[in-house]
């Protein structure tokens, strides 16, 4: 076991630990738990929304695929899905948080179902929001592959831990807790992408040679696309369909949730400056799975890829300040998304399936919702470490992910956007969605069927077609609130 690598986690833990007990003083409530008091200035939320959308995917997972399929991996979740998700957060944060503080929303399910006046759609996207679970399941595999070396661990010891001890932050600290841990970590993250980046640099000032080593047995790495590989086949695949993912992704209910944390429409400017400026330099941190391609000599798996290029390239001491980095980027994540789980269980199931009444009764369904949501994580991480879907953890968190954040946006976009469609519409929407991105995997229509990324975009689409045919046909006085 190595000391330095464990003083500096019990570090962080300690410092982290502090912070919730803290927070807890102040997290009695359903609505303190779920939001904060909306007295956290908007460039800890901005910091706070910058580390939720940079987890360990973005530092070793994502890099990991560039690794072994090229640029068209950078361009496709770099440029593409990145750009999607700034626009996405540009367009829809302000009309959210004005919506949400009308109709007092905790929750994006609570969001639905009061924008549009129907308990059965708030019920059906508190249900496909359990699938925030499979990407929580990334996040640990993710952790522990980088953390297990350094510690003297067992991959499956560290992801029970990282899960115990995330379940407990959250249950204490809330969502006060969680925003200025978030904002803290986003720091640490952005010391460790720019030592990444640069680390690089170096091994570019031969460039043909480079050139030469980065198509070895790749010849298609340097390419927009790569036909040989089963995510990045064509233009389709790299460019539109993360960009629908990116814009999308947005609607996730830990991301665009956060947006009610602010108190005024003149905070959401300086809430956005921050997280895009915190999410360009994270999203360039892709660029070290080419690192890895230059450095690496024995062909590693994709989720092993970057921990390896760490351990080869750094000094023990970086490698431990990297590792601590790392687990700022997944832990902020990981604890967004148990918050999430959490003040749904809290606010939309427990009322429904245990008939709560009382604020401290919620608070307590939460939490047990809290637990179990943990313990099915450490299930499915102990699986993904063995047995990764589609060689990384990756593809089987987009599955549970991208299912939800395509079921969600329609029903968002229409109840900011478009307050002609009647609930009936979206509801059907919804439900095509569900269709057809489970449709087109099970069944496998066309080439695309494996890709996450075009199940998403195909479902999205057959959504507005849905929407679009609703508002055409309308003729009635509307159902949806105004």
């Not at 399910?109 to 549009?116: A, K, L, N, S, V």
């Not at 991959?155 to 249950?171: D, E, G, I, K, Y």
Request: charged content about 10%; hydrophobic content about 55%; overall charge positive.
């Amino acid at each position: 076991m190595d000391p330095l690598a464990w003083g500096a986690v019990a570090a962080y833990f300690a410092l982290t630990g502090g912070v919730a007990i803290r927070a807890a003083r102040r997290s009695r409530s359903v609505t303190a738990y779920a939001i904060g008091a909306r007295d956290i200035p908007a460039v800890v939320v901005g910091l706070s929304l910058a580390a939720q959308l940079t987890s360990v995917a973005t530092f070793v997972v994502n890099p990991g695929l560039v690794y072994a399929f090229g640029l068209p991996a950078l361009y496709g979740y770099g440029v593409s899905a990145g750009l999607g998700i700034f626009l996405g957060l540009a367009i829809l944060s302000l009309r959210f948080r004005r919506q949400g503080n009308r109709v007092q929303a905790l929750t994006v399910p609570q969001w639905i179902e009061r924008r549009y006046g129907s308990p059965a759609l708030g019920t059906m996207f508190a249900i496909l929001s359990l699938g925030l679970i499979t990407f929580a399941t990334l996040i640990v595999v993710g952790l522990a592959l980088v953390l297990a070396p350094l510690l003297g661990l067992s991959p499956a010891a560290c992801a029970c831990s990282l899960v115990v001890l995330a379940v407990a932050s959250v249950m204490l600290g809330g969502a006060t807790g969680h925003a200025w841990t978030n904002a803290a970590q986003a720091m640490v993250m952005l010391v460790v992408a720019v030592l990444m980046i640069g680390a690089g640099v170096p091994l570019l000032m031969g460039s043909a040679s480079a050139a030469s080593t980065l198509t070895a047995g790749n010849p298609h790495f340097l390419r927009p696309i790569n036909p040989a590989s089963p995510y990045f086949r064509t233009y389709l695949e790299v460019f539109l369909c993360n960009f629908v993912v990116g814009f999308a992704i947005v609607c996730q209910p830990h991301v665009i949730s956060k947006a009610l944390y602010l108190r005024e429409d003149r905070d959401v400017r300086r809430y956005l400056a921050t997280a895009i400026g915190c999410g360009v330099v994270f999203t360039s941190v892709l660029v070290t799975g080419v690192w890895a391609r230059l450095t690496l000599d024995a062909p590693a798996r994709i989720d092993r890829a970057i921990p390896t290029w760490i351990g080869l390239e750094f000094s023990h001491p970086l490698q431990v300040l990297i590792a601590i980095g790392l687990l700022c980027a997944g832990l902020s994540t990981l604890e967004g998304i148990l918050l999430a789980l959490s003040s749904i269980f809290s606010i939309d199931l427990a009322p429904r399936l245990a008939r709560v009444t009382s604020d401290r009764a919620a608070l307590r369904a939460g939490r047990l919702g809290l637990v179990v949501s943990g313990v099915v994580t450490a299930i499915l991480a102990l699986w993904q470490i063995q047995h990764p879907t589609g060689g990384t953890v990756a593809i089987f968190a987009q599955y549970g992910v991208y299912l939800l954040f395509s079921a969600s946006f329609v029903p968002l976009a229409c109840g900011m956007f478009v307050p002609r469609a009647r609930t009936t519409t979206v509801a059907m929407a919804s439900v095509t969605c569900v269709v057809v991105y489970v449709g087109v995997a099970v069944l496998k229509l066309t080439q695309y069927h494996n890709n996450p990324g075009f199940l998403a975009t195909a479902a999205i689409l057959s959504a507005w077609v849905v929407v679009g045919g609703g508002l055409i046909l309308q003729s009635g006085p509307e159902e949806s609130a105004t």
